[in-house]
């Protein structure tokens, strides 16, 4: 059974940069596409980035496009989002999930990931 571990998630201030790692184990990621989702208080959980099994596409929320950078390391099955120019708006808990199937293309919703990490806690300040 695979885990998803995300790390990286602290408190920063407005138009600060952060990166958020998401590692597996239990099951190699190369296959799938990942994803990045997040979750502010009292809101359901939205879409962040996707990227297909070898990274050649990636796609976006509008509300992150040009600010995040999702990408991912096959060596160290790991899956990164690197986050730039932070706005209290992306104030949230940030998970990770694998899709449910070979990843050629990337994927929005939700039902699409089978698995997920617990989160980690991204707090931006203004």
């Known amino acids: 059974q695979v885990q998803l571990v995300e790390s990286g998630g602290r408190l920063v201030q407005a138009g600060d940069s952060l990166r958020l790692s998401c590692v597996a184990s239990?099951?190699?990621?190369?296959?799938?596409?990942m994803g990045w989702f997040r979750q502010a208080r009292g809101k359901e959980r939205e879409f962040v980035a996707s990227?297909?099994?070898?990274?050649?596409?990636?796609s976006y929320a509008d509300s992150v496009k040009g600010r995040f950078t999702i990408s991912r390391d096959h060596a160290k099955n790991t899956v990164y989002l690197q986050m730039n120019s932070l706005k209290p708006e992306d104030t949230a808990d940030y998970y990770c999930?694998?899709?449910?199937?070979?990843?050629?293309?990337?994927?929005?919703?939700?039902?699409?990931?089978?698995?997920w990490g617990q989160g980690t806690q991204v707090t931006v300040s203004s």
């Open positions: 239990g099951q190699i990621l190369a296959s799938f596409t």
């Open positions: 999930a694998k899709s449910s199937q070979v990843g050629r293309s990337t994927y929005r919703a939700i039902e699409e990931y089978a698995h």
């Open positions: 990227i297909n099994w070898n990274g050649a596409t990636t």
